[in-house]
C-alpha cells in the first residue's frame, strides 16, 4: 500500500495532495464555523486596474493554492499509479487537474457571490406606479397613511401623504412625487 503513494516518484503528487486535501478541508470546516478570515497574497502581475479581481490573477487566495494543490496531487497520482503513465505524463496531468481545480473553485464562489442581493429599492422607483391604500391617507397635510405598491418586482409598503383630499383604505392611487421626509404622495385613481 505505502509503494502506491511513495514509490516512483508518487511522493510528489502524494504530499501536494494530502497537504493541499487537509489543509482545504480545515480551511472550509473554519470558514464554515465562522472562525477563518479570508486571506489573500497579493500578486500585481501588471499596471492596469481591473474591475474583476479574477483578471489576470490579480490576487491569489489561500483557498486558490490549496485547490490547486488538492487537484495537482490527486490527479497526477492517479494517472501516474491508476494509470501507469509516465511521469512526465503524468505530471502534466497533475497541472491540468489542479488548473481545474482553481477553475472549480472560482465558478463555485462566483455561484455564492452571485447569490447575495441588496434588497435595497431607491424610493425613486415608486414615482409614477400604481397601488393601493393600506391605511387610511389623510387629506393633504392632515397626517400620513400607507400605501402599498409593487417596486422592482416586490410588494412594499410605504408611509403616504395625499395631494388632496382624504383616500380610504383599499382605494387604487398613483405616486406623483417623492417628498425630501421619504414619503409619497399619492393621488386617488378614478
Known amino acids: 500500500m505505502l509503494d502506491l503513494f511513495y514509490n516512483d516518484g508518487a511522493i510528489w503528487f502524494t504530499a501536494a495532495a494530502i497537504i493541499g486535501t487537509a489543509f482545504f478541508a480545515f480551511r ?3 470558514l464554515t464555523l465562522g472562525l477563518g478570515h479570508d486571506v489573500h497574497v497579493d500578486f500585481d502581475l501588471s499596471d492596469a486596474q481591473h474591475g474583476d479581481p479574477g483578471d489576470a490573477f490579480k490576487a491569489l487566495s489561500l483557498q486558490g493554492i490549496l485547490a490547486f494543490a488538492m487537484g495537482f496531487g490527486w490527479a497526477g497520482l492517479g494517472a501516474l499509479k491508476g494509470t501507469g503513465w ?3 505524463t503524468s505530471l502534466g496531468v497533475a497541472v491540468a487537474g489542479g488548473v481545474a481545480m482553481v477553475w472549480l473553485l472560482g465558478i463555485l464562489l462566483k455561484g455564492i457571490y452571485d447569490l ?3 434588497g435595497n429599492i431607491p424610493l425613486e422607483a415608486a414615482l409614477d406606479r400604481s397601488g393601493t391604500v393600506y ?3 389623510p387629506a393633504k397635510g392632515t397626517g400620513r397613511g400607507q400605501v402599498k405598491l409593487t417596486v422592482n418586482q416586490h410588494q412594499r409598503i410605504y408611509n403616504a401623504v395625499s395631494d388632496d383630499a382624504p383616500i380610504e383604505t ?3 392611487v398613483r405616486v406623483v412625487k417623492v417628498n425630501e421626509d421619504r414619503t409619497l404622495t399619492v393621488s386617488r385613481v378614478d
Open 28 to 30: 472550509l470546516i473554519m
Open 86 to 88: 509516465s511521469w512526465p
Open 116 to 118: 447575495q442581493s441588496s
Open 135 to 137: 391605511a387610511n391617507v
Open 170 to 172: 383599499n382605494a387604487v
